[in-house]
Nanobody, 117 residues
């Protein structure tokens, strides 16, 4: 069974930083597009950042210049470095693994990030 486990969430003050990690049990991790999504109360889940197997990255406009996504294909882990955090970044952050040939889509359980003074 595929398992994605997020860690690194917590409470941080505005302007602070956090680094999220997602450890994946995927047998062919390097072939997956990895992403971080977040869902705030009363809002839809949104894509925050993604990184392809060839390390092409994509970011939501709201986090460009502040967040950095990276992956380690040896450790089967994807990271999200979050800098200059704002209260509006408060959400549950979910790790996602997606592949399209064949189609697969997996989710972690999420980790809470709260930005507050």
């Amino acid at each position: 069974q595929v398992q994605l486990v997020e860690s690194g969430g917590g409470l941080v003050q505005p302007g602070g930083s956090l680094r999220l990690s997602c450890a994946a049990s995927l047998s062919i991790f390097s072939t997956y597009r990895m992403g971080w999504y977040r869902q705030a109360p009363g809002k839809e889940r949104e894509l925050v950042a993604s990184i392809t197997s060839s390390r092409i990255t994509n970011y939501a406009d709201s986090v460009k210049g502040r967040f950095i996504i990276s992956r380690d294909d040896v450790k089967n882990t994807v990271y999200l470095q979050m800098n200059s955090l704002k209260p509006e970044d408060t959400a549950v952050y979910y790790c996602n693994a997606a592949r399209y040939g064949p189609v697969n889509n997996y989710w972690g359980q999420g980790t809470q990030v709260t930005v507050s003074s």
